[in-house]
């Protein structure tokens, strides 16, 4: 116990208990706040797909196929019930693609499936149950103590010349192949850009600079020019992101600056309360799009933002398992393993499930992590791949190390655009292809950024050389 000594005036200097208390009634309060409103954005999700998304989209097989109600309530608890334990205050990078993954992957993984499959209800328990387990050993590693590894002190000067000399590299190689975009194509034109950009014949090189320009390095100038409240940055970090859209029409990049303003303000502002802000905010994208596509009379913001965006990954999820659950599994024959796995398919598994589900020969239907995972091993594979993606998100918290909140805000929008990846793609992708390795080397050697004094906002931007980053 602890004891109040009373002051000059004879009253109690501490309230220790008192303080407890009213600490343990707030962090209950937003613990409840948090899961109520994980629960309001599952329901709404749920229904804007049943009176929206299906009725529109039933011809691309996004169809409305309600599974018994008892399995329903199944699917929405599996998907509330990690909200009770993810970590509601922001105090580890790792906590930022958490839930990201959860409220992109991992909840509509658990509800579209039974919102949408033709198979029987019990036949996706499986899926479910070894989903939930294998994000539950994510959220495990990640809440493990994180070491103290020897840091190797590169003066921020250093930094920021390997920084450039790669940036300059990587903008070179997409230049001299795909050449200079000056014009910007419109969201109805993007597959026709996209099109175009898979013919061309560049190197490897190129295809890398791509994404890793789109997912790293422009993602990190606008977290840093929002961090630093450093227009150049921003600017130079957006247009970046512009160049990547315009050769290659990919809309994730260009709405990552988006994602990184939300998860600034998320982060920046309201660090303990960032899981209800980012669960309150998915509800209000679902619901914001879906007024404003009935009230213009159209469907391309619902489209981009709900079905695209939250919907898809869970379908997916479910149309993998369809396929895999009964028929040979990858065993990654047609990536890493393919010196040794005779792979059984005469396609990728992308454009098995585009063919079988959208019926579109053409159709790249990547998946998400544990959809991935199921494809090639099936039940073991989401438990062995869930491992791994938490050592990997673990280790972006002890490349952080040990920071101020100033620095594990910049480290988790440094790993936001990445960790978005893994929801549309596989983890052995994305690691090298998307960026991820790229991500966790720049956070390990990046210098320490200070915070900006409202005061005097032009601050020097890093410690002196001189101090740890420690």
Do not use: C
């Not at 009213?22 to 209950?28: D, G, L, M, Q, T």
């Not at 000056?182 to 190129?206: H, N, Q």
């Not at 796995?341 to 998946?367: H, M, S």
């Not at 052995?428 to 915070?451: D, K």
Request: charged letters at 10%; a positive charge.
């Amino acid at each position: 116990m602890v004891h109040a000594y009373p002051n000059a005036s004879g009253r109690p200097a501490t309230q220790t208990r008192g303080f407890t208390l009213n600490v343990s009634r707030h962090r209950i309060f937003l613990r409840l706040v948090t899961t109520l409103s994980t629960l309001t954005f599952v329901i709404i999700l749920m229904t804007v797909y049943a009176v929206h998304v299906a009725p529109n989209f039933a011809y691309m097989g996004y169809v409305l196929r309600p599974a018994e109600p008892g399995f329903l309530l199944l699917g929405i608890l599996l998907a509330v019930l990690p909200s009770a334990v993810l970590p509601v205050r922001l105090e580890r990078p790792s906590g930022v693609a958490l839930w990201m993954l959860y409220i992109l992957a991992f909840i509509p993984s658990m509800v579209i499936p039974y919102l949408a499959l033709p198979q029987e209800a019990v036949d996706m328990l499986p899926l479910s149950l070894s989903i939930a387990f294998g994000f539950a050993i994510v959220l495990a590693i990640t809440q493990l103590r994180v070491l103290a590894v020897p840091r190797l002190r590169l003066p921020h000067w250093a930094f920021w010349i390997i920084f450039t000399a790669l940036s300059t590299l990587l903008v070179i190689s997409i230049t001299r192949d795909f050449g200079l975009t000056m014009s910007l194509p419109s969201l109805f034109d993007v597959y026709t850009v996209r099109g175009a950009y898979k013919e061309v014949d560049a190197s490897a090189l190129a295809r890398y600079a791509v994404t890793w320009i789109g997912n790293v390095i422009g993602p990190f100038l606008i977290a840093l020019g929002l961090l630093r409240r450093t227009p150049a940055l921003l600017a130079t970090g957006v247009a970046l992101q512009l160049l990547i859209y315009g050769t290659t029409g990919f809309k994730s990049v260009l709405f990552s600056t988006l994602l990184l303003a939300a998860l600034f303000v998320a982060m920046a502002f309201q660090r303990r309360y960032f899981g209800a802000i980012l669960s309150v905010g998915a509800a209000s994208l679902v619901i914001l799009t879906t007024a404003f596509d009935a009230l213009f009379n159209t469907i391309v913001f619902s489209s981009l933002f709900v079905r695209r965006l939250i919907a898809t990954p869970g379908i997916l999820t479910g149309w993998y398992y369809d396929f895999f659950v009964d028929r040979p599994k990858a065993l990654l024959g047609h990536s890493v393993l393919e010196p040794w796995v005779d792979y059984p398919y005469d396609r990728l598994p992308p454009l098995l499930i585009g063919q079988n589900y959208f019926g579109n020969e053409a159709t790249y239907a990547n998946a998400n992590v544990w959809a991935d995972a199921f494809a090639n091993f099936g039940v073991a594979g989401i438990v062995a791949y869930s491992v791994l993606l938490g050592l990997l998100l673990w280790s972006f918290d002890v490349a952080t190390g040990r920071r101020d909140a100033t620095n594990t805000t910049m480290a988790g929008l440094v790993l936001g655009v990445p960790t978005f990846t893994l929801t549309n793609s596989a983890l052995t992708i994305s690691l090298v292809t998307h960026g991820v390795l790229l991500a966790l080397i720049i956070v390990y050697f990046m210098p320490r950024f200070n915070a900006v004094s409202r005061s005097n906002p032009r601050a020097s931007t890093v410690d002196p050389p001189s101090k740890s980053r420690a």
